[in-house]
């Protein structure tokens, strides 16, 4: 079983950064691809990127592309989402996940790991 542990969040003035890490307990080098989910209070989870066991892949959600980078370091069962130029709608508490890397990021829910999520919020 795969534990995810969030760490970095906390709270930013809008146009500032953040970066997030996740570290996976087990190694995730050549086993999982790993994501970040973000949710706001009454909203739907979204998703915000992902990146592949290698890193020959990488997507992200219409709403952070070119504002946030996902990359990964396999040698430290460790993904990171460095944020910038972060908005107020960019508050929500975000998610890293791990699973099969998707056919398609459209209408994907994630992998079957999750971990606990923490807390961004950008104010105005």
């Known amino acids: 079983q795969l534990q995810l542990v969030e760490a970095g969040g906390g709270m930013v003035q809008e146009g500032g950064s953040l970066r997030l890490s996740c570290v996976a307990s087990g190694p995730i080098s050549g086993t999982y691809t790993m994501a970040w989910f973000r949710q706001a209070p009454g909203k739907e989870r979204e998703f915000v990127g992902l990146i592949s066991r290698s890193s020959s892949k990488i997507y992200y959600g219409d709403s952070v592309k070119g504002r946030f980078t996902i990359s990964r370091d396999n040698a430290k069962s460790t993904v990171y989402l460095q944020m910038e130029n972060l908005k107020p709608d960019d508050t929500a508490v975000y998610y890293c996940?791990?699973?099969?890397?998707?056919?398609?990021?459209?209408?994907?829910?994630?992998?079957?790991?999750w971990g606990q999520g923490t807390q961004v919020t950008v104010s105005s």
């Open positions: 996940n791990a699973g099969d890397l998707p056919h398609t990021v459209v209408g994907w829910k994630g992998g079957n790991f």
